[in-house]
DNA sequence: AGAGATATCTGACTAAAGTCAGGCATTATG
DNA sequence: CATAATGCCTGACTTTAGTCAGATATCTCT
């Protein structure tokens, strides 16, 4: 470790602190303390228990007791039992509440659009973000069954085809490529799955049946910024562990020695490479898998 | 400006701020409210005058009367009234302050090496966080004269050497290039530049007199994180104007047509191609300019 | 059913941060 | 040289955050 690298860290944080410290004091300019615009944000984004929020937050029982008084007496938030165990509470927001709350959202938005209009290579001020927060927050990528037509799934998929554009000599053009249904992808011939950061889509992995036993593995993608942190490797087994789900007992799939990454992490996990088995003009190698 | 762009945002900024804001209450834990240990480290940082570090830390006068009585009485802290005006005043540590300064000091770096240490891909991580800071933080670039022998030029020129390795199809060997004594680089002969993000170097550029009218322009290089910022142009205006200081009428330069940016540079300031004037291996272009 | 654990709430605190009006030198300005 | 402005200080507040010791209701386990 170079003392360098400890400057480099420390400039870091001095030069984000200034920024994503204004988007935080945005929760004030409300009219509310900062730990009630806290609660009051931890509920909107989905946290209801109230233990849940309180270890979230790191605040004191008590504490966090009389905040959710507080905005109760607001009538922004709702407490009732939890329905399993009346020792704990669950918190909702009321109309007003969710009203406020997406007041708070617009908030960090204007703040999040104003300092990407104002920074010079926003697009690639983004992707150094992007980055940073994949790296230190890689344990909150998690894996999801979606619809292939849904629009994250979309957003991947359209990131996929420009990647190959760019990475095959002889660019790519998706009409003479064997792309499969979209019906071909969802249960119960196949299934379609994302990995999300925080929200935003990283990745993506396309398990196509055709009603028999065996199926084929197309479109794996994973964001640059997140590369190097498992996520391929956390696709393939979702979409194995939904392919023996659907009874398939066999998979499939083709690809391009340029995506020399996507090559040896098939190799890497028990993929022995076949004859070609179909005449897609862009892959030039072809495995399989039994399960 | 597409609706993902915030939400990658504000990912980014939930990621960071629980690792800077961790940082920041390190700041804790010295015995010592946040608010008295922020302006100790102001004035540690080199921040003199009250209501500078007041407008910085964003405080009431009132407030901060009161923290600076509370590190006099601690006796982390002196004050005397401004020379040049007796209204303002200017704070200093004492000895026994420089060392809870240091103290500080270390503890942020602990953090730093800390969480570098636990992140995978920490090189990675280091150059996106490079990125992001100086993009945020580009008009804290500052530019100075150094001795081309200087801890920070050395790393600047390793840095330099490293890329011309990796740029020229047969590699970079310093010993076969005209390489500048570091004599003809430091005045009266010559000078060295620098560029400075926040006490880490991020570029360089070398002048190099004979003792004559006629100068060279050496080692013109810049970061990759911060490229696109116009370091490079501002060294290179630092570099003429040192040049009009030394008497310098007329300035050479060799390059390589692999340095694509540096050739548009030139080419785009004045400078007109000339016929080689050296028998150096590498270069394979050469310009000049009149002061 | 009873003992102990768990989740939240209430009351009574303290510490830290922040606000505001006015005071006192000092400096700038007509 | 009088007057206004500036920079900092002091005293008297309020608000916010955080702590801690019970109280209460509910659940788990035997």
Same mark, same amino acid.
């Given at each position: 470790? +170079? ?5 480099? !860290?420390?400039? #870091? ?13 945005? !929760? ?18 989905? %946290? ?13 029982? /008590? ?31 009321? *109309?007003?509440?969710?009203?406020? #709350?997406?007041? =708070? ?24 973000? +992007? ?6 927050? $890689? *344990?909150?990528?998690?894996? $999801? ?14 990131? =996929? =085809?420009? &990647?190959?554009?760019?990475? #095959? ?20 011939? /196949?299934? !379609?799955?994302?990995?999300?950061? +925080? ?9 196509? /049946? %055709?009603?028999?036993?065996?199926? &084929?593995?197309? %479109? ?13 490797? %956390?696709?393939? $087994? ?22 020399? *990454? ?10 022995? &490479?076949?004859?070609? #088995?179909?005449?897609?003009? =862009?892959?030039?190698?072809?495995? *399989?898998?039994?399960?």
């Amino acid at each position: 470790m +170079d003392s360098l690298a400890t400057a480099r !860290f420390r400039r #870091f944080a001095r030069a984000v602190t200034a920024e994503v410290g204004a988007l935080d004091t945005s !929760f004030l300019g409300r009219g509310r303390p900062l730990g009630a615009a806290r609660v009051l944000n931890a509920i909107g984004a989905g %946290r209801a228990e109230v233990g849940e929020i309180r270890a979230y937050l790191g605040l004191d029982s /008590g504490l966090m007791s009389r905040l959710l008084r507080g905005l109760e007496e607001e009538g922004l938030v709702t407490t009732a039992p939890h329905p399993a165990d009346a020792r704990r509470r669950v918190a909702s927001l009321t *109309e007003a509440g969710r009203r406020e #709350f997406e007041a =708070y959202e617009a908030l960090s938005d204007a703040r999040a659009v104003a300092l990407l209009e104002r920074a010079s290579h926003a697009d690639d001020l983004l992707r150094a973000m +992007d980055r940073v927060a994949l790296v230190l927050g $890689q *344990e909150a990528i998690a894996i $999801q069954e979606t619809d292939p037509t849904s629009e994250p799934a979309r957003a991947c998929l359209a990131a =996929y =085809y420009a &990647e190959l554009a760019a990475r #095959f000599a002889g660019g790519f053009d998706v009409a003479l490529s064997c792309d499969p249904e979209a019906v071909d992808m969802v249960r119960p011939r /196949g299934a !379609f799955l994302i990995a999300v950061a +925080d929200g935003v889509p990283v990745g993506c992995v396309g398990l196509t /049946g %055709r009603g028999g036993p065996v199926a &084929e593995i197309k %479109r794996l993608w994973v964001d640059p910024a997140a590369r190097g942190l498992g996520v391929a490797k %956390r696709l393939m $087994q979702a979409a194995e562990s939904a392919a023996r789900d659907l009874g398939i007992r066999t998979l499939r799939l083709d690809t391009n020695s340029a995506l020399s *990454e996507a090559m040896a992490l098939y190799r890497r996990s028990g993929w022995v &490479e076949i004859d070609r #088995f179909n005449d897609d003009p =862009y892959p030039d190698h072809f495995f *399989e898998k039994a399960l």
